[in-house]
């Protein structure tokens, strides 16, 4: 029978882990480069070397990549994010006051309605840039879910707060956003 992990391993593995992260710069990089930085992981004493004694080599590379580094990038992203405000956002976007009237939870979370002072909605979704389109459906699904976003035949103004999280994305690559959804008079707002 393979022992537990304690919580104080556990805790160990991911303080390593999230150290070896930030060093790489483990956001930025592209998939082969992260490939090996997991086999690094793996035979590294201070994360498979402990881990090994818990599970076979494979369950290491999931655990790592599952439990830990998946945490990561999502705690990271989250900063990135609450760094400026709902209001700030509309604000800085739209040159609109405006306060948060619903703050989305669930499955949901990530979305914010705010109203401004002059009675107009906005719906902030927040994402990636590598998966703006995501943050796009969410905004579009709740809109369709709750009609009373819909003020007579004003519809909601959507805008996209997008993690930046790689120092490789480039202007071009933000220019190719904000054309696409500039189409479809919405504006997105990068965040580092």
């Not at 930025?28 to 004493?45: A, H, W």
């Not at 439990?67 to 990271?76: Q, T």
């Not at 609450?82 to 956002?89: D, G, K, L, R, V």
């Amino acid at each position: 029978m393979a022992k537990k992990l304690t919580a104080e391993k556990k805790a160990k593995v991911k303080q390593v882990i999230y150290q070896k992260a930030d060093e790489c710069d483990y956001l930025s990089r592209g998939r082969i480069d992260n490939g090996r930085f997991m086999d690094e992981l793996v035979n590294d004493p201070e994360v498979g070397g402990i881990l090994k004694e818990y599970m076979d080599k494979e369950r290491i590379r999931t655990y790592v990549k599952d439990s830990v580094l998946n945490a990561y990038a999502k705690n990271k992203k989250n900063a990135i994010l609450a760094a400026i405000s709902p209001e700030a956002t509309v604000k800085k976007l739209f040159n609109k006051d405006a306060f948060v009237i619903q703050e989305c939870k669930g499955k949901d979370s990530g979305l914010c309605v705010c109203r401004s002072t002059d009675g107009l909605i906005f719906v902030i979704s927040t994402g990636t840039v590598l998966k703006w389109e995501t943050a796009l459906r969410k905004a579009l699904e709740l809109i369709a879910r709750e009609p009373t976003l819909i003020l007579d035949t004003i519809q909601p103004s959507i805008c996209l707060k997008l993690a930046v999280a790689s120092e490789d994305f480039t202007d071009g690559e933000k220019v190719h956003i904000e054309t696409a959804l500039a189409a479809i008079s919405v504006k997105a707002l990068f965040c580092k």
